[in-house]
């Protein structure tokens, strides 16, 4: 458990241990929900990412690229067959 200190200003710190665990990194947004028996809940913003990021991901390193067929044919078989 971490300790934090508010400061004259009413602000506290988050040390770079508790940002990486949650998935922060510098310049991101933190959501804080608020929860009953004055609990909150601090979680890294999730952020609509561009479409562009998305450009690539089915390739592969090594073999064929995942094509939308194969993909198809994947999840059809599921797991069944897989140890």
């Given at each position: 458990?971490?300790t934090?200190?508010?400061?004259?200003?009413?602000?506290?710190?988050?040390?770079?241990?508790?940002?990486?665990?949650?998935?922060?990194?510098?310049?991101?947004?933190?959501?804080?929900?608020?929860?009953?028996?004055?609990?909150?809940?601090?979680?890294?913003?999730?952020?609509?990412?561009?479409?562009s990021?998305?450009?690539?991901?089915?390739?592969?390193?090594?073999?064929?690229?995942?094509t939308?067929?194969?993909?198809?044919?994947?999840?059809?078989?599921?797991?069944?067959?897989?140890?």
């Amino acid at each position: 458990m971490a300790t934090l200190v508010v400061d004259a200003r009413g602000r506290i710190t988050l040390n770079e241990d508790l940002l990486r665990h949650i998935g922060v990194e510098r310049g991101g947004k933190i959501e804080i929900v608020k929860l009953p028996h004055g609990r909150i809940e601090v979680r890294a913003e999730k952020s609509a990412r561009p479409i562009s990021e998305a450009f690539g991901l089915l390739k592969r390193k090594r073999g064929a690229d995942l094509t939308v067929e194969r993909i198809s044919r994947f999840a059809t078989r599921g797991w069944a067959d897989r140890k």
